[in-house]
């Protein structure tokens, strides 16, 4: 953390060192969501009656989708000899994947759990809390997927209804490794695209990750009912624990490259605000 | 009290011998918190050891960004991270070049540009 410098150079490049950084953080938070479930799980939380299942499916679909994405690069990775790291990391997230399914599967009788009093104004239907729903949908799901999902599947394409979102792709090399055709970063640096193809993969493994995280707190604030047996509340609660802490890591990160963001006119503090406020609304449901 | 594999433990008998009245109770409770509370143990070790990999991975790219741990595969994959351009030398059929030669430590700015001059000429690639 003490290679995070205040100002960013030509030299320093803290543009890519910054998606590096955020992509740490957003791979714990990721994998926090499997690890605090399992090992430290709600002391009301009950296998048999099903309160793991949203988590395990959700995980294993996400692990699928990160396989899947490494084996996308897997061939690069071949020419640079580099390619034992990646097939361990897909094996080890497919073999997990298919013990979560085979556990699903063979789980298909829950028993539910003696109904509940509802508060007021909820049925077994709704959501567990429309506050974190809201709030999701706008930041977590809505903002910031966008981001991901542009940077995924679209690296390079400015956004015009985000501002200095120019200034975003250019500080996190962007236009180095997908400079959009015609334009002017296009003629400058389209010859050099292919030496920035690394960039390219890390910037895009970001965008996933960020994504599945959004799959996480869109499953777990929209998906999940409440239940008769208020077994909702139990269920996302084993999701907002993680998603607070992972969104609180990538948090303090924008928090220690926002002087370095700032030196080249990219103001994070929105970014910074809006991240903040979900991790806190998430906190306040778990922790409160 | 009643232990995952479904034995007596002989600690919670002790216990329950010197008060009958929590005899029903405290083993109900121990048969629901281990039965029916726990998820199987398979599935606990598979997420420990297969998401516990790859968090420690996570956690290293947060605070040691860059710094391989895993050896060999790790060096390459880090190192591939920021220089995975070599596809792109193979295609311009460059196989006299040593491919680690290519790679260095760290990347700068010049070791991007300088280091590594491309000169094409028609499917030809020289290396400086």
Partial sequence: LSAIQSKTTDDNNMGSFFVRKVLGAATVGLHLHKLMPILFHPTNAQWKRGHFRPILASSAAINLLITSFYAYYLEDFQVAGADAMPKLIMGLLTFEAAVMMFFLASQSVTTRGPAVLLPKGKSERSVVSRITARTVMLIGCGVMSLIAGRDLFFPGVVIPYIPRDDIYLEWTGAFLHSPPEGSVESAAHGIDAPFYVGDKFMSQLLGLTILCLGIYKCVSCILIQYGSDGSGLIKTRMFWKSSSLSGALIVAVFRLFANAAKSASLDLRWHLMTMAYEAFILGLFVFA | ?128
Wanted: aromatic share 6%.
């Fill in chain 2, 1 to 128: 009290m009643t232990t995952r594999r479904g034995k007596k433990s002989t600690k919670n008998n002790a216990v329950v011998k010197n008060d009958p009245a929590k005899l029903s109770h405290d083993v109900g409770k121990s048969s629901i918190v281990l039965a029916e509370h726990l998820p199987p143990l398979a599935l606990v070790f598979t997420v420990l050891i297969c998401s516990g990999v790859v968090w420690v991975l996570g956690l290293r790219d947060l605070l040691a960004t860059g710094k391989p741990f895993l050896g060999s595969i790790d060096e390459a994959y880090l190192v591939s991270g920021s220089l995975m351009f070599i596809k792109w030398v193979c295609n311009c059929s460059l196989s006299h070049v040593s491919f680690p030669l290519l790679i260095f430590p760290c990347s700068t700015l010049q070791n991007r540009h300088n280091g590594l001059t491309t000169v094409m000429d028609g499917s030809q690639l020289k290396v400086d």
